[in-house]
């Protein structure tokens, strides 16, 4: 599996190798050795499933209290996915990255805690997966606006559907200070 860091210390794509056949295909979705070389060492906890349709908008979300690192992929179509640094202190604060996910390339990316987490739907459905570090806690749960002008994520489409509580998330410059986790230097 190739390790590919990004601008954001911490979030790291994963580029599994795919051996396929005329029976189908086979691939290695997570191995503890590789992710801890990737720097990685909580263990995962919880494994999520999502199915979504094109234009749908999840995020951005983060867990304060009980922070989840998460690795995330797509088992059937697409998605544009994004994580922010949310985290109070640190060097790269409102800064984001973002890369399309999708069931070809079967890449994979890793949102470690204290970064707010989201993705939209590129085709017409999508079944995002994904790894957990900590356990959802719903009254843990913060966000920030999908479409802050002051971060400036360059969304593929414009056109979204967002659930209620998305729509009201505050931009980051307006997200309470303690509601933001903080900055451990050198720590994932």
């Not at 860091?5 to 190798?17: A, D, H, M, Q, W």
């Not at 295909?25 to 349709?53: C, M, P, Y």
């Not at 989840?68 to 790269?92: E, I």
């Amino acid at each position: 599996m190739k390790i590919i860091e990004t601008n954001l210390p911490g979030v790291i794509i994963f580029e599994p190798r795919k051996f396929g056949d005329a029976r189908g295909f086979f691939l290695e979705t997570a191995r503890s050795d590789t992710l801890k070389e990737a720097g990685i060492k909580d263990a995962f906890v919880q494994d999520n499933h999502s199915r979504s349709t094109k234009g749908i908008l999840r995020g951005l979300h983060y867990q304060l209290t009980q922070p989840q690192g998460k690795l995330v992929r797509v088992a059937t179509g697409a998605v544009f996915d994004v994580a922010v640094d949310v985290r109070k202190g640190s060097p790269t604060f409102g800064e984001w990255f973002g890369t399309t996910l999708d069931e070809e390339s079967m890449r994979m990316m890793y949102v470690p805690p204290g970064f707010a987490h989201g993705f939209v739907v590129l085709s017409d459905t999508a079944d995002f997966i994904y790894k957990c570090t900590n356990y959802y806690h719903p009254q843990s749960e913060q966000g920030i606006f999908w479409n802050d002008p002051e971060v400036g994520i360059q969304w593929p489409i414009t056109d979204v559907q967002l659930s209620d509580k998305d729509m009201n998330n505050p931009l980051l410059k307006n997200q309470l200070t303690e509601k933001l986790p903080l900055y451990n230097k050198g720590i994932m």
